[in-house]
């Protein structure tokens, strides 16, 4: 018996280990650095982006839908580094997670494990930007938890909570929401 035979569910994020959210982002932040002539290279991007991303999230309670993250976080750029950024501009990043390339081997590695494991993703992202990842990369997952329907981002404590409580594993006092099916 090997040490995976003891599993048999696998939870996982999305963005990172099968879409890579470093090329999309840094794609939409370059084509918006370009049009505003910002020089900045696209690891300073990289780099400004992370920053504001992570006080936006923090900043308000509940969590805000992950597009709208996405367009402060731009605003916020745009200010600090005196680049110009209208409604069409943040608009544009905010919903700009469904063209995120997937990995090349995310699809196929998905599929084989989905034969042998229930699959759920635990996501900062929102249902409707992560229904468009799911539909690039090809698999059904068992359950899919977001910062919406938990009211928080990772890596705070209800995404765990949700996940333990929806593969019937017992938690703490406070119980999650249930999921919506995805649009």
């Given at each position: 018996m090997s040490e995976f035979d003891r599993f048999q569910i696998l939870s996982l994020d999305c963005y990172g280990?099968?879409?890579?959210?470093?090329?999309g982002i840094r794609t939409a932040l370059?084509?918006?650095a370009d049009r505003r002539q910002v020089a900045a290279t696209d690891h300073e991007l990289l780099e400004l982006f992370?920053?504001?991303?992570?006080?936006v999230e923090?900043?308000?309670?509940p969590a805000p839908p992950y597009p709208d993250v996405l367009k402060e976080s731009l605003r916020r750029m745009g200010a600090a580094v005196e680049g110009?950024?209208?409604?069409a501009d943040a608009e544009a990043f905010g919903s700009s997670v469904g063209d995120?390339?997937?990995f090349s081997d995310s699809s196929a590695a998905l599929l084989r494990l989905q034969r042998r494991y229930r699959l759920i993703i635990v996501s900062n992202v929102d249902r409707l930007s992560i229904a468009?990842?799911?539909r690039r990369l090809g698999v059904t997952f068992d359950r899919v938890i977001t910062a919406g329907e938990v009211g928080a981002y990772k890596p705070q404590a209800p995404h765990f909570e949700a996940l333990l409580s929806q593969v019937g594993c017992e938690?703490?006092?406070?119980?999650?929401?249930?999921?919506?099916?995805?649009?």
């Open positions: 280990p099968l879409i890579d959210w470093e090329a370059r084509g918006w992370a920053r504001f991303e992570t006080r923090r900043e308000r309670d110009q950024v209208d409604q995120w390339p997937a468009q990842s799911i938690q703490g006092p406070a119980s999650p929401r249930r999921p919506e099916p995805l649009p």
